[in-house]
């Protein structure tokens, strides 16, 4: 134990508050999980609920909970965790407080993968679904070296404000030509795209939270472990030289785990936008800015805000659903707005 | 032969070349200022030092070995660069922010040992930040903000510490409180302390050894006596000084000063005023 004379009362408080604050969103999430499993068009009571878990409800009961409302709701908090954690390391990296895997156009890179894929394959009970996440990560890679070049410029580097615009633009562009794309494909591609783009979680049964779950277990402890390179790339580029980190090599690296979340996580899920850049906010708000705590608020908040964009998404229209992409995009919009004009001044 | 020496540099900036084959080495344990008039390639020079700008041919040697040729980790051992002061992360207390200079002594995680916690501190009492350690860094003013930069750097724990204008944007009081800070550091810890300062009077009362330069060359270097001359001064800045002594330091200062050329017109107007 380190004795207590070199860390102030405060700052061992602060550490202690960061972790219970972390503690306190994973148990919101778990009672949204409660919550969501016994919400939707088919109600379960909460005795309901418990009896089926336990394997003593009903066979439909069964049905709906494991196989279309659970796998359902682990999909939501994962493709949160990851979008949320891409969005905290792109924001740390480029010192770019707007900075997010959706806004960039990674996302969309990823979704242009999918959609070419699944166009091969139509039937999603055969496709190959392990493969998703790969060919996502494909696609997002690709876009984000492309957004990368158009945006770099000799003797300047980046400029957030040129990467954010090429990333904007690419977005939109990518989402032009799925559209495009659609029209010389089959109607049921046409649904898919359709749906896709407006967000929606799509992939929901477990082959989906399998193929995703390896990339989750590999990507965020790797970030984490690299929560002291965040921190001194945060600092600015002269300084984090100057405190001996290898610059380039590690932004290319912890740039590759982003945009390998950002597109493992929309390959099963639509094109969310918005949780990677809101989460890491609400996430530093909580927690301050060492990365050592931001970055797991920041997956535990995607997850949360996911979940809930989901299962709001869910019941508000009974019997048809909003996609989760769009509920999100409800409250994140406005504080990308807010964001913005806020960097302005 | 001292430590830290550069041989032969040829340093460009897009294509142009800022500095072309200088030489100079850089006495152990003293302080060094870099003067020179804007654009003479002073920031460029510091900059190369630091191994933030690459060479296009030369070398920077440390201990004998090319700076480049050393592994970055190893450098960020001996050396602490402290660049013109930028933004700092919203969310961090002085405490956090001056213990990631410890980064280069940390693996894994990164998380704070015994040794660490004695060098931050260390760092935080001798810049006299030790009752403001849990405030947020970005509520502090220009004057405790770059002592916080410079705990940062002691943090570091390294003997050689590299500043790139340390007392821009500060009030006389608050230059004169950094730039003492370092004088005890130089005196106290014999580090060796290079900088760049734009105020040649504060410049020549803190520095044991002083490189004026112009146009990507050195036009003068050695103790203050030695360069702040009207001679050299007149070479670099181009302008007529008119120059006195320190009383604090006993070395030359400039009394006043006026664009080259216009000297003798001034006068006259002064004396039939």
Same mark, same amino acid.
């Given at each position: 134990m380190i004795p207590n004379k070199y860390v102030s009362e405060y700052q061992q408080r602060r550490n202690k508050k960061n972790i219970s604050i972390i503690f306190v969103v994973i148990l919101l999430i778990i009672s949204m999980l409660i919550i969501s499993m016994n919400t939707g068009y088919i109600r379960l009571s909460p005795k309901e609920l418990f009896e089926t878990f336990f394997g003593m409800g009903t066979e439909r009961q069964s049905l709906i909970l494991f196989e279309f409302r659970l796998p359902r709701i682990v999909l939501s908090i994962l493709v949160g965790m990851a979008l949320a954690v891409s969005g905290c390391i792109l924001q740390g990296i480029s010192r770019n407080a707007l900075a997010d895997p959706g806004i960039l156009g990674i996302n969309a890179g990823a979704g242009l993968g999918v959609v070419l894929f699944i166009s091969f394959f139509p039937s999603t009970t055969e496709t190959p679904v392990f493969l998703l996440p790969f060919i996502a990560f494909l696609g997002s890679g690709i876009t984000a070296v492309l957004i990368y070049l158009l945006s770099y410029k000799k003797g300047e580097g980046i400029s957030p404000v040129r990467l954010l615009l090429t990333g904007i633009a690419i977005a939109a562009g990518i989402s032009a030509a799925m559209i495009v794309l659609t029209l010389k494909l089959d109607s049921e591609t046409y649904q898919f795209v359709a749906v896709w783009l407006a967000g929606s979680i799509w992939g929901s049964n477990w082959k989906f939270v399998l193929s995703l779950l390896p990339w989750i277990l590999i990507l965020i402890p790797f970030v984490i472990a690299k929560a002291r390179v965040i921190n001194t790339l945060n600092l600015g580029d002269v300084r984090a030289t100057g405190l001996g980190l290898a610059v380039e090599k590690e932004r290319i690296l912890l740039l590759g785990a982003a945009v390998a979340l950002a597109g493992a996580g929309v390959s099963v899920s639509g094109g969310i936008g918005f949780v990677g850049l809101v989460a890491p906010h609400m996430a530093r708000q909580l927690v301050g800015a060492r990365h050592q705590f931001v970055i797991l608020a920041s997956a535990m908040m995607g997850g949360l805000l996911l979940l809930v964009? =989901?299962?709001?998404?869910?019941?508000?229209?009974?019997?048809?659903?909003?996609?989760?992409?769009?509920?999100?995009?409800?409250?994140?919009?406005?504080y990308f707005l807010y964001l913005l004009v806020k960097s302005k001044a | 032969?001292?430590?830290?020496?550069?041989?032969?540099?040829?340093?460009?900036?897009?294509?142009?070349?800022?500095?072309?084959?200088?030489?100079?080495?850089?006495?152990?344990?003293?302080?060094?200022?870099?003067?020179?008039?804007?654009?003479?390639?002073?920031?460029?020079?510091?900059?190369?030092?630091?191994?933030?700008?690459?060479?296009?041919?030369?070398?920077? *040697?440390?201990?004998?070995?090319?700076?480049?040729?050393?592994?970055?980790?190893?450098?960020?051992?001996?050396?602490?660069?402290?660049?013109?002061?930028?933004?700092?992360?919203?969310?961090?207390?002085?405490?956090?922010?001056?213990?990631?200079?410890?980064?280069?002594?940390?693996?894994?995680?990164?998380?704070?040992? #015994?040794?660490?916690?004695?060098?931050?501190?260390?760092?935080?009492?001798?810049?006299?930040?030790?009752?403001?350690?849990?405030?947020?860094?970005?509520?502090?003013?220009?004057?405790?903000?770059?002592?916080?930069?410079?705990?940062?750097?002691?943090?570091?724990?390294?003997?050689?510490?590299?500043?790139?204008?340390?007392?821009?944007?500060? =009030? #006389?009081?608050?230059?004169?409180?950094?730039?003492?800070? #370092?004088?005890?550091?130089?005196?106290?810890?014999?580090?060796?302390?290079?900088?760049?300062?734009?105020?040649?009077?504060?410049?020549?009362?803190?520095?044991?050894?002083?490189?004026?330069?112009?146009?990507?060359?050195?036009?003068?270097?050695?103790?203050?006596?030695?360069?702040?001359?009207?001679?050299?001064?007149?070479?670099? *800045?181009?302008?007529?000084?008119? #120059?006195?002594i320190c009383p604090f330091s006993t070395n030359p200062i400039l009394h006043s000063y006026q664009l080259s050329g216009c000297t003798q017109d001034l006068l006259e107007n002064a004396n039939e005023g």
């Open positions: 964009a =989901d299962t709001i998404g869910r019941v508000i229209l009974q019997p048809s659903e909003i996609p989760a992409g769009i509920v999100v995009a409800i409250i994140g919009a406005p | 032969m001292s430590n830290l020496f550069v041989k032969d540099i040829v340093v460009s900036y897009s294509g142009l070349p800022i500095i072309d084959r200088l030489n100079i080495s850089i006495p152990d344990h003293k302080i060094t200022t870099i003067i020179g008039p804007n654009g003479c390639g002073k920031s460029t020079l510091l900059k190369t030092i630091a191994r933030i700008l690459k060479t296009d041919r030369g070398a920077v *040697f440390l201990d004998g070995k090319a700076i480049q040729q050393l592994s970055t980790k190893k450098v960020a051992k001996r050396m602490a660069i402290l660049p013109q002061s930028s933004e700092v992360p919203p969310g961090l207390t002085i405490f956090e922010l001056v213990s990631y200079g410890r980064f280069p002594h940390q693996r894994g995680l990164g998380t704070l040992k #015994l040794e660490d916690l004695k060098q931050i501190d260390w760092a935080i009492q001798v810049t006299g930040l030790s009752e403001l350690k849990d405030r947020p860094v970005v509520a502090l003013s220009g004057g405790q903000r770059q002592r916080v930069w410079i705990a940062m750097a002691l943090a570091q724990d390294t003997d050689i510490l590299i500043l790139d204008e340390p007392t821009t944007y500060l =009030d #006389l009081a608050h230059q004169l409180d950094i730039l003492l800070l #370092l004088e005890k550091l130089n005196k106290e810890e014999e580090r060796t302390i290079i900088m760049v300062l734009h105020d040649l009077n504060l410049a020549s009362r803190f520095s044991h050894n002083m490189i004026a330069m112009k146009e990507g060359s050195i036009v003068a270097e050695g103790p203050p006596s030695k360069v702040m001359t009207s001679s050299t001064i007149q070479k670099v *800045f181009d302008i007529d000084a008119n #120059l006195t």
